[in-house]
């Protein structure tokens, strides 16, 4: 179970994101995962606690719910107080001022937002504030008591559904429509495309490669944010059109270079030359063991001719992989 207060970014929406190419393709794969979160057994007593104060608060969640203006966030009331304006940057605040006292327990950051609401802005604004920061930690010590995380070589479509929906279910029982509005529904976009992806990637009916292609295609026309965020699979997989395009290593280089600068076709011609002397190699010793094969030589015989081979040909990393790539 993930410590309550490090449950930041969308648990499901990064999962979908990051793992739906794995699923398919690991080659697939051109970008890196982030740290895993902390060890969740610290404060866990703190989490009961204050699971037991957040459950008596739940009955006043729409008594401090309100209407907010947009554009009140930049006004400024009295003595240099804002009022405080829900918008889609809340979230991020909130989590930054959560992340910022990770050896906290949840009642002594909400006391310390508190306190940091009535320095910032007006009395009325400053409840409000509060208010519903505190059911926003409430949240994420609720969402720490579900097991949110799925892996897709084991679960199917329907299980990732259930966890988003479990997910969501917790959202609406701490927030109002506007709250939620304004805190998840950009997320919640995300998840969505996501799962259709996911859909896409479990098809059976569809080749590997059609698979591919539609995500891809789904990637390149969904949020600038979220394309952004996988831009880097998006050019490997441009770049190995390329490589699929033209059987010529000059006709390849140009036309990464056209597209990615000299840099970047410079280092894929040398991947993909490196990668063909070491197939021209495979394929070498694979004719030289039939070769053997042919000859009906003893076990032992032949077990010594393709030892010599390989020390000869092969470093010794080498030899562990061609193992793998020739055993039968």
């Not at 976009?189 to 996911?198: H, T």
């Not at 063909?276 to 394929?283: D, L, P, R, S």
Request: glycine letters at 4%; hydrophobic letters at 40%.
């Amino acid at each position: 179970m993930l410590s309550w207060r490090f449950i930041i970014v969308g648990g499901l929406c990064a999962l979908l994101s990051l793992s739906i190419f794995f699923y398919i393709d690991s080659d697939f794969m051109a970008f890196e995962v982030g740290a895993p979160s902390p060890n969740a057994n610290e404060n866990v007593q703190g989490e009961r606690e204050f699971g037991i104060e957040s459950a008596s608060q739940q009955d006043d969640i729409g008594a401090n719910a309100a209407t907010f203006v947009s554009g009140h966030g930049t006004d400024f009331i009295g003595e240099g107080l804002e009022v405080f304006t829900l918008d889609y940057s809340t979230k991020d605040t909130f989590d930054r001022f959560i992340f910022e006292r990770t050896s906290e327990l949840p009642h002594v950051v909400k006391l310390d937002y508190s306190n940091h609401t009535k320095t910032k802005y007006t009395e009325e604004s400053a409840h409000t504030a509060a208010d519903l920061f505190s059911r926003y930690v409430d949240y994420k010590v609720a969402l720490s008591s579900v097991e949110l995380e799925v892996d897709l070589s084991a679960h199917s479509l329907r299980d990732v559904t259930f966890k988003l929906d479990e997910r969501e279910n917790i959202r609406r029982r701490y927030f109002t429509d506007n709250e939620y509005h304004y805190l998840f529904s950009q997320e919640a976009q995300v998840d969505e495309a996501a799962l259709a992806r996911l859909s896409i990637a479990q098809e059976d009916t569809l080749s590997k490669e059609e698979r591919k292609a539609l995500i891809v295609d789904a990637l390149k026309a969904g949020d600038p944010a979220e394309r952004d965020a996988f831009q880097p699979t998006l050019n490997m997989h441009r770049i190995n059109e390329i490589k699929t395009t033209y059987s010529s290593a000059n006709d390849r280089f140009n036309a990464v270079a056209a597209e990615f600068g000299t840099e970047v076709a410079q280092r894929f011609a040398q991947t993909w030359e490196e990668r063909a002397q070491w197939q021209a190699k495979v394929e070498a010793y694979t004719r030289f063991r039939d070769g053997l094969m042919e000859q009906g030589l003893s076990h032992e015989t032949m077990s010594e001719s393709l030892a010599e081979y390989q020390r000869r040909y092969f470093t010794a990393n080498e030899i562990k992989r061609l193992k793998v790539l020739t055993a039968r």
